[in-house]
């Protein structure tokens, strides 16, 4: 049973910087691709981030791109997104999010396993 549970959301202010982490367990192998998204009131959920578990290879959505870095820790089972120079229009409740084959993919359709989410709130 995947397990994935997320930490380090919290209020900040407009330019902090914050890190999430993604504890991963329950995998059944490294073959995973590992998704951040994103959650505004109203709005749609957003692809932000992924990373291939296997290879490290990157994966940014239009909003990361400059300011938000994804990594992981292979022998934690931990996936982090840093996040710098936070705006107000990032507050959201982020969710870590896998799915299998390493298959990278926005659509949060396509992955079936999910954290419970974090809040982060910028004021401004």
């Known amino acids: 049973q995947v397990q994935l549970v997320e930490s380090g959301g919290g209020l900040v202010q407009a330019g902090d910087s914050l890190r999430l982490a993604c504890a991963a367990s329950?995998?059944?192998?490294?073959?995973?691709?590992m998704g951040w998204f994103r959650q505004a009131p109203g709005k749609e959920r957003e692809f932000v981030l992924g990373?291939?578990?296997?290879?490290?290879?990157?994966y940014y959505g239009d909003s990361a791109k400059g300011r938000f870095t994804i990594s992981r820790d292979n022998a934690n089972n931990t996936v982090y997104l840093q996040m710098n120079n936070l705006k107000p229009e990032d507050t959201a409740v982020y969710y870590c999010?896998?799915?299998?084959?390493?298959?990278?993919?926005?659509?949060?359709?396509?992955?079936?396993?999910w954290g419970q989410g974090t809040q982060v709130t910028v004021s401004s």
């Open positions: 990373i291939t578990w296997i290879s490290g290879s990157t």
């Open positions: 329950g995998l059944s192998d490294s073959r995973y691709f």
């Open positions: 999010a896998a799915r299998r084959r390493s298959l990278y993919s926005t659509n949060h359709h396509d992955y079936p396993y």
